[in-house]
């Protein structure tokens, strides 16, 4: 292999489902001593008229099998991930513990107040700490992801402005938004109207005047933007949209930049939602679970979801379910709980300097990622960036290589690619979020690798645009394995299934 390749964390052999052999197995089961019942009885016939063809396999086969699949996958405990936008940071292991603990883990949700007094003040107390980290009156921990959160948001502009016998349609997007916002919009039966940013890669009060009219609901705006550049204008434009009688909606899923350094409420956002799974340590990518607060002001307080986790004045608390105005029930009981008590753990484990270091950190790093690969490759704005930074693949034009081809030899030196090809704006972009977690000897090791992948891309490209070469898999068929995923194991002898 050229340059620094190396395995990493995937496992080289190809993957074998095929295992086993018949009469083996995992269990060792003690002889009947009792007499036997008859299933059929008990089942009628649900029972199977045969064993089912499952391969037979010894319990070190079916765990080394296990452990080889989970080693064939990337995750943050392996190495690097800086996919951009998407904060993948190392999740402190105490926080898993902590959500662990019968008290918090074993909790049913039918279990009634007087039981759960310990979970309703755990909710209430991360309830103020987020309501002070994002300059905001309220939060409700209800929605189970970011973009059920901008939902939630939208919905409560929605009943605000219905409340006042209006209902303004148009909500103002960037087109640099993350493909969630215009989404939520539509979910909402508002409009999304897109706009372009400024040359510069943030949004310009000067230009965006002309489209703020009586027609206008909302604006939404993620701060630091999906280019990851501080929306410098943003009291201005909150000042104008609210001149209107507009809210401002912040997407928030970008508060590892900020926290602790500035608050969205402080700078004119009405209501946003936080990313728990991401800023707040919560393990996520492959599907959830998610947890997506919304903070809002006062003024939309009568809206927000019910239940609300309320204190009385012996210090007991309760669910609010008489909220009248509310938009109502975002999700089954009260969200993902296990998120709460993690994110709470680590409010508390942080606190505000640590908040604050943790965000420092995280631009520091970004910015030396800048610094480091902007000698080499193109990077759109060049400036002072926050908690990531953007590349394209221009300066790879005469090679034929393009950014799919880097992110995919990426994986040859045990990286996981960054963001690719988002936000649209950027051709060829690859958005890479370093995060606050990791050392400068690994931010080293990424920016030798990427070096080394664009002097491959002018001296031997087939090697990066046939890469992977070490994965346990190569370039999948990306849509294919969307659309028509094989998600079941089928014996090769199985006839037909009768199941
Ligand atoms: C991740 C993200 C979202 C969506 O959050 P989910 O939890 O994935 O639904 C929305 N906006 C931005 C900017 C994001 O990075």
Redo the contacts with the bound molecule.
């Keep these: 292999m050229p340059g620094q390749a190396r395995a990493g964390v995937h496992f080289v052999e190809p993957l074998i489902f095929e295992r086993g052999a018949p009469g083996r197995s995992g269990a060792s089961v003690p002889p009947l001593d009792v007499p036997a019942a008859d299933p059929r009885a008990l089942f009628g016939d649900r029972f199977r008229d045969a064993p089912a063809a499952l391969p037979e396999v010894s319990e070190p086969e079916a765990f080394r099998h296990y452990v080889r699949l989970s080693q064939a996958n990337f995750s943050i405990d392996s190495n690097m991930y800086p996919l951009g936008?998407?904060?993948m940071k190392y999740n402190p292991k105490v926080d898993e513990h902590v959500a662990r603990l019968p008290g918090f883990g074993k909790l049913h949700p039918y279990a009634p107040e007087r039981m759960i007094q310990g979970a309703l003040e755990l909710m209430y107390r991360l309830e103020r700490g987020l309501a002070e980290v994002c300059g905001l009156d309220r939060v409700t921990l209800q929605p189970a992801?970011?973009?059920?959160?901008?939902l939630t948001g939208l919905m409560m502009i929605r009943a605000w402005h219905q409340a006042q016998g209006r209902s303004p349609k148009k909500v103002l997007v960037p087109e640099t938004?993350?493909g969630?916002?215009p989404a939520s919009c539509a979910l909402n039966g508002l409009e999304a109207v897109a706009f372009p940013a400024g040359a510069d890669g943030v949004v310009s009060a000067d230009a965006l005047a002309p489209l703020v009219d009586d027609g206008v609901a909302a604006i939404m705006l993620?701060n630091p933007n999906?280019v990851g550049l501080f929306e410098r204008e943003l009291p201005r434009i909150a000042q104008m949209l609210h001149d209107k009688g507009a809210l401002v909606y912040g997407?928030g899923?970008?508060l590892n930049a900020l926290m602790g350094r500035t608050r969205p409420g402080d700078l004119g956002i009405d209501v946003m939602?936080f990313?728990l799974?991401?800023t707040f340590t919560t393990p996520?990518g492959g599907g959830g679970p998610?947890c997506?607060p919304v903070g809002y002001k006062k003024t939309l307080a009568p809206f927000a979801p019910t239940p609300t986790v309320e204190r009385r004045d012996d210090g007991s608390y309760h669910l609010d379910f008489a909220r009248p105005d509310s938009v109502g029930r975002l999700r089954s009981f009260y969200g993902n709980f296990g998120m709460m008590v993690r994110a709470y753990a680590y409010l508390r484990e942080m606190g505000a300097q640590g908040l604050r270091a943790a965000t420092d950190l995280a631009v520091l790093n970004a910015n030396y990622l800048r610094a480091v690969l902007g000698e080499t490759w193109h990077v759109p704005f060049d400036q002072v960036c926050m908690h990531e930074v953007i590349l394209s693949d221009r300066n790879l034009k005469d090679t034929g290589v393009t950014t799919m081809d880097v992110a995919k030899r990426l994986c040859d030196y045990g990286f996981h690619p960054p963001t690719v090809y988002f936000p649209l704006v950027v051709r060829g972009a690859m958005l890479i979020e370093p995060t606050e977690t990791e050392t400068k000897e690994t931010l080293d090791e990424f920016a030798a690798a990427m070096e080394a992948i664009r002097r491959e891309a002018h001296e031997e490209p087939e090697t990066v645009k046939t890469a992977p070469h070490l994965s346990a898999l190569r370039r999948l068929d990306e849509t294919r394995a969307a659309r028509s995923p094989v998600l079941r194991w089928r014996p090769a002898t199985e006839q037909s299934p009768a199941r």
């Excluded at 992801?145 to 901008?150: P, S, V």
Aim: aromatic share 0%; glycine share 16%.
């Design positions: 936008s998407c904060t992801a970011g973009a059920q959160g901008e938004a993350h969630t916002n993620t999906t997407d899923a970008n939602q990313n799974h991401k996520h998610g997506g």
